[in-house]
Every structure is written in structure tokens, then in C-alpha cells.
């Protein structure tokens, strides 16, 4: 173990960032106090403070921003950041900075600052999905210090007031599991440090120049990615799935299977899609509603999603998993991204997703179905319909669909924001919930027959009225 230590001293005298990762192994070899503290000292020495940024959604996004970067350096700014923020009107937020932790499983760093928003006396049921993050990555840390620091969790369930519901003091007495499985794993409790270990070099050492990150590019990770760069591209599909399966990685079996596409691989990759359905949805499980979720050539390419809370669409919805989906409904929040580049098909788009559209290409998109869309006053958008109203990057656009409860009152000179629309230049067809007076349909057949390329506008409601154009349509580019 002191060649460990004395090889990490040179690291970091030379500059090199991996020193970390060589100390991190040495506890890892003993899960000793002594050497996770040693971790705490060098990463809060060498690594970045806490993100200084006032407004929760701004420091939010610079969170997610450098937690994926993967430096544990930057471990001790960033949960000293998250603990900050750690307020149960906040649950959605920290729940979704806690998924993002994953990343750094086995490394003590994690524990004590998991223990604090453990502490954090919740308002509702609502900081139980907190809870469910802290017990599963605090088992995942594999640092026999939590059995004991978990105790006053355990204790409070005890003293909890009358106000807190059945599913609150459930939430909180997982604590007693996790603990269990703690001193399962470790039954000895925390080793002692070593004899003779000399770690003082190693603590005084001053790298040369400023730390570099040195990052190992996984062979899988490079092959995924081809495949995320260019979905339509089955030959990148089958060389990663090969990569996978000599693994023993089951997603490379249901890639191949798909590729195949014979009767009976169809059907032994669906059994094995329903089998694995959150593994192969990654980091987008909790986002996606499982039971709709299509699959082609082993990646997903059809969905509904369920996100709760607005501040979590934009994380959740720029992830790179969302490359390869072509079809994609959104129930509650949503975000439109510019990795959505297979993107056909959207759904119950909420109004506020469309801001995203001033600065993101969506190349594919073919029909957009706007929910609520109704920030507009004669004839004038307002906005985030401002942005889809302004944009030209979406360049398949054919389909519009307006879904509200009514426009009743509403008339056609009402829609010109959208039939003026640089985007809805080669639009085909436009399907509007409308229920106006019956001699207001005049107006919507003379936008129909002065639109360049629109062939029919379907005004739906209590009942569905078609208009046809009376002259023929110019050619959608």
C-alpha cells in the first residue's frame, strides 16, 4: 500500500490528476478511515470550490455541467453545493443531482455529505425519492464509516412528529436496512490503518504545474457513441454489439437479435427487451414510461415520458440516450434538445419546451403536436411559441397539430403567428381543436387556399371539419 501512496505522490507532483483515482484504490484495498479522510483533505485541495450561483435553476444547470465531466476532484464543491440546496421544496431538483452521482460509486467522499441531507426534515411524501437516491448510493459508496453515521437517522424514526404521513416514516426506516447491509458487507466494522503507512509526502505535495485530467476513452464508450453520432448507421450498430457481447453484456444479444430481424430472433429479443427493459434505458429509465417503450435494432426508438417538475425536463431531456428516438409523447414537462436528432414524431409538447428552438436544430422532425399552445394575441406569439413561431430549424416539419380544450372565440386572423411561420412554410397539414361559429370556417378555407403549400387544415372539436385546399398546393421543400 505505500508503493500506492508513493506512486500518487509522484502523480500529483507531476501534475497528473489520476493521483486521486491511485489513493481512492489504496482505500478501496482497506476501507480504512484514515484514507478516506486523506481523499477528503487532497479533493478539497486540489479540486474546484462549490458552484457560486444565486438562482436555484442557473446553479442547477452548472451543476449537472461539471458533475458530468467525471472529475472526482470536484467531489467536495459539488456536494457541498448540493447540501446547500438540499430544501424539501426542492426534492425534484436534488433528487435529480443525486441520480447523477452514480457515477461516483465506491469513493468515500460521497458519505458524510450524504448523511447531512439525510438529516434534512422533510415538508412531504415528495423528499422520498431524495431518500431513495441517499440509501442506494450510500450503500454503493462501500464505506463502512456510514453503519455508524447512520444511527441518528435510525433514532429520529423513532421520535417522529404525529404530522408526518405512513409513507414519510417508511421513507426514513430504510435507513435500518441500509445499515444491515452495510455491516453484512462489513462485519469487522472500519480497518485500522495499516502500519508504518506514511502518507505526510503525499499531503504536502504541490504539482508542479496545474492538474491535468487525464481521461481513459473506453473502447465501448467510443463504439456507443458512433452509434448515438449517426443512428441510421446499422454497421455502427453491429460492431458495437459485438464489442458488448464479448462483455457478456445482454444488451449486444438484443442488438444483434434486432439486426437479424428473422422471425425468431424477433421474438427471442422480445422476450429479452422485457426482461432488461430499464438496462437498456440507462440513464433515461426514470424518465421514460416503461411499459412504452419501443425498441428497434436494440435501441430505443419510441416512448411516453413522465417528468413532474419543470426544473428537471431540460437534464432530463438532453441526455444522449434521446438520439436514436424518432416517436416521443410527453405527459406532464418537457424539453425538445438538439441530441433529438432521430426525432420524427412529438407529442403533447408543452408550450415551454419550445424555447429550446432559438438555439437547437431538430433536422427530422416531421409532426409537432403542441399542447396548451395559447400564448398568442392578435395574431402575435408570445413567448416560447415566440421561438417555434421565429425558427428555421426544423426543417421536415409537415404536420401541425394545435391540441386545447377550445379555441372557441378564436378565428383565423388569430393563427397568422403561426401560418407566417418561417418553419411552417412547407407544412402539409394543420389540425387545430377549434369550435368557432360556423361563419368563421371562411376565414380558415381562405388561409387555407393562400398558404403555399398546405393541402388540408382539420378543425376538430365536438365534431371534426375537413378543408381541402380549391388550388393545388406548391411543392414542400
Not at 163 to 177: Q, T
Not at 261 to 289: D, N, Y
Request: hydrophobic share 45%; glycine share 4%.
Amino acid at each position: 500500500m505505500q508503493d500506492a501512496i508513493d506512486r500518487a505522490t509522484r502523480e500529483l507532483q507531476a501534475g497528473d490528476s489520476r493521483f486521486y483515482k491511485t489513493v481512492r484504490e489504496a482505500w478501496r484495498a482497506c476501507r480504512c478511515a484514515e484514507l478516506a479522510t486523506m481523499l477528503e483533505v487532497l479533493a478539497r485541495k486540489h479540486g474546484r470550490p462549490a458552484i457560486d450561483i444565486a438562482k436555484p435553476k442557473a446553479w442547477h444547470a452548472a451543476w449537472i455541467e461539471r458533475v458530468r465531466e467525471g472529475n472526482p476532484l470536484d467531489l467536495p464543491g459539488l456536494l457541498a453545493g448540493l447540501v446547500t440546496q438540499a430544501v424539501p421544496r426542492q426534492a425534484s431538483m436534488v433528487a435529480s443531482c443525486l441520480d447523477e452521482l452514480a457515477r461516483f460509486s465506491d469513493d468515500p467522499l460521497l458519505v458524510e455529505p450524504l448523511i447531512t441531507i439525510l438529516a434534512v426534515e422533510p415538508a412531504s411524501s415528495s423528499w422520498n425519492k431524495v431518500h431513495t437516491r441517499l440509501f442506494q448510493l450510500l450503500e454503493a459508496a462501500g464505506d463502512p464509516r456510514a453503519i455508524a453515521l447512520l444511527a441518528p437517522a435510525i433514532d429520529v424514526v423513532a421520535k417522529l412528529p404525529a404530522g408526518w404521513s405512513d409513507s414519510m416514516r417508511d421513507s426514513l426506516a430504510r435507513a435500518s436496512r441500509t445499515r444491515e447491509r452495510l455491516a453484512a458487507k462489513f462485519p469487522d466494522g472500519v480497518p485500522s490503518l495499516p502500519t508504518d503507512l506514511d502518507s505526510r509526502e503525499l499531503l504536502d505535495a504541490t504539482p508542479a504545474k496545474p492538474l491535468a485530467t487525464v481521461v481513459r476513452v473506453d473502447e465501448l464508450d467510443a463504439l456507443y457513441q458512433a452509434v448515438l453520432d449517426d443512428p441510421d448507421d446499422d454497421g455502427r450498430r453491429a460492431v458495437y454489439a459485438d464489442a458488448l457481447q464479448l462483455r457478456g453484456d445482454i444488451r449486444g444479444e438484443i442488438i444483434a437479435l434486432q439486426l437479424a430481424c428473422t422471425p425468431a430472433a424477433s421474438s427471442k429479443a422480445k422476450g429479452l427487451i422485457e426482461k432488461h427493459r430499464k438496462t437498456l434505458l440507462g440513464g433515461i429509465a426514470k424518465t421514460v414510461i416503461a411499459t412504452t417503450a419501443v425498441f428497434e435494432k436494440g435501441f430505443l426508438v419510441s416512448c411516453e415520458t413522465d417528468v413532474r417538475r419543470a426544473v428537471e425536463a431540460e437534464v432530463a431531456f438532453g441526455r444522449a440516450e434521446w438520439a436514436t428516438v424518432k416517436r416521443l409523447k410527453f405527459r406532464s414537462h418537457g424539453a425538445l434538445s438538439s441530441v433529438m436528432r432521430s426525432l420524427e414524431e412529438a407529442y403533447n409538447v408543452p408550450e415551454s419546451a419550445l424555447a429550446s428552438l432559438r438555439k437547437c436544430t431538430l433536422p427530422k422532425l416531421r409532426l409537432l403536436e403542441l399542447r396548451q399552445a395559447h400564448t398568442f394575441v392578435d395574431g402575435e406569439s408570445r413567448g416560447a411559441l415566440a421561438a417555434f413561431a421565429t425558427t428555421t430549424n426544423l426543417p421536415a416539419l409537415r404536420e401541425v397539430h394545435l391540441s386545447m380544450p377550445s379555441y372557441f372565440g378564436r378565428t383565423a386572423d388569430d393563427f397568422t403567428w403561426l401560418l407566417k411561420a418561417p418553419s411552417v412554410a412547407q407544412i402539409e397539414r394543420l389540425v387545430v381543436t377549434w369550435n368557432g361559429e360556423q361563419n368563421a370556417i371562411a376565414g380558415w378555407q381562405y388561409a387555407l387556399d393562400s398558404h403555399p403549400t398546405l393541402r388540408t387544415i382539420e378543425l376538430t372539436s365536438t365534431t371534426n371539419r375537413v378543408l381541402e385546399r380549391t388550388t393545388p398546393p406548391a411543392r414542400a421543400r
